[in-house]
């Protein structure tokens, strides 16, 4: 969910969203519809998908970050009752959708990860630009903290999760190395002590920090995020209309290779395991490709916002 700095409204700075113009054209977004943003973050997305189905359309924007759906409700206070706000884990967007009397949708749109504002403020703890408590939750009553894995976890716990969701092949040495200088109490000592785990070597020629993947297996593991994607993407498939499309963005390989394989697993005909003679699977595809190949921003959209570089976009329909 990478943003940019746009238009101050009230006295906030609301940021401009990713793929904007590609993910209202590959939505197929007509007036009346009923839309769904399972990350509404600011409401940048959310904005423009009621814009684009007015007059009579609505959206339902579900995000985990109160902060962040407060800003977005009041962006979109013009919108009346069309936007309909809902905090909570996106995983359960069927049983709200529900709640608001909505059992199918006309698309849904999926932007992954943390926006530029969450990795910029103070107090939400995802970055190491600032020194600040070791925190990483999108919902700050969530029951996990970064706090908790890398203070509790065991050495062995701690390696795996950042070797998993960091891919960081280093991850054993970085996790001995938290261990025995536990107790760790901010954002800025646990990046020193990455970096230090590394060696100087680690920042030779590299312009990315040496605990940028730390950090982002940290955050996957406090907010719960592939499993999250994993359920949200079977969620998004039952709540579709006929005809519905579904467009994710996501940031990174892991979250990607989820997606990837859902949406082939969903569209193909048979999910027998190869060498079978006979299909046995009787599986039936819930879905149909729109884009073979990931749709990725333009050269003047990364000029404008180098952070949405890594963005990529798969597209599907509801058969």
């Known amino acids: 969910m990478t943003e940019f700095t746009g238009s101050a409204d009230q006295g906030s700075v609301f940021h401009q969203p990713v793929l904007l113009s590609e993910t209202l054209e590959r939505l197929l977004v007509h007036p009346g519809g009923v839309y769904l943003d399972a990350t509404a973050g600011e409401g ?4 423009a998908l009621l814009q684009a189905s007015a007059p009579g359309g609505r959206v339902l924007g579900i995000d985990r ?5 407060a800003r ?28 608001h009397g ?4 006309d698309g849904i749109l999926m932007d992954l990860g943390l926006s530029s504002r ?11 630009r600032t020194d600040e408590p070791l925190d990483m939750r999108y919902d700050p009553n969530g029951p996990l903290s970064a706090d908790d894995i890398v203070n509790a976890y065991s ?26 200088n536990r107790p760790i109490n901010s954002t800025g000592q646990l990046a020193s002590l990455v970096a230090a785990a590394l060696g100087p070597g680690s920042r030779k020629g590299n312009r990315v920090h040496p605990a940028t993947r730390t950090f982002q297996a940290l955050r996957i ?18 709540l579709l209309a006929p005809s519905g499309r579904l467009a994710v963005i996501s940031y990174h390989s892991l979250e990607d290779r989820i997606v990837k394989t859902a949406f082939q697993r969903e569209s193909a005909a048979c999910i027998c395991p190869p060498g079978l003679p006979v299909c046995v699977c009787q599986h039936e595809p819930t879905l149909n490709l729109i884009n073979r190949r990931i749709i990725r921003p333009s050269s003047e959209e990364v000029a404008g916002n180098p952070r949405s570089r890594s963005a990529r976009m798969r597209v599907a329909e509801r058969r």
Do not use: C
């Not at 940048?44 to 904005?47: E, F, L, R």
């Not at 969450?118 to 190491?128: E, H, K, M, N, V």
């Not at 593991?221 to 039952?238: P, Q």
């Open 44 to 47: 940048g997305h959310a904005s």
């Open 102 to 105: 909505i059992d199918r949708v």
């Open 155 to 180: 050495e062995e716990d701690l390696a795996n999760v950042i070797f998993r969701y960091g891919e960081e092949p280093r991850s054993r040495r970085i996790s001995r190395t938290i261990v025995r």
């Open 118 to 128: 969450q990795l910029d403020t103070p107090g939400y703890g995802f970055s190491f």
């Open 221 to 238: 593991e406090v907010n719960d995020e592939l499993a999250s994607v994993e359920t949200g993407l079977a969620a998004a498939i039952d």
């Open 72 to 99: 977005a409700s009041v962006r979109l206070e013009r919108f009346g009752e069309s936007f309909i706000p809902i905090q909570g884990n996106y995983s359960q967007m069927v049983a709200m959708a529900n709640d």
């Open 65 to 69: 970050d109160p902060r962040s759906l």
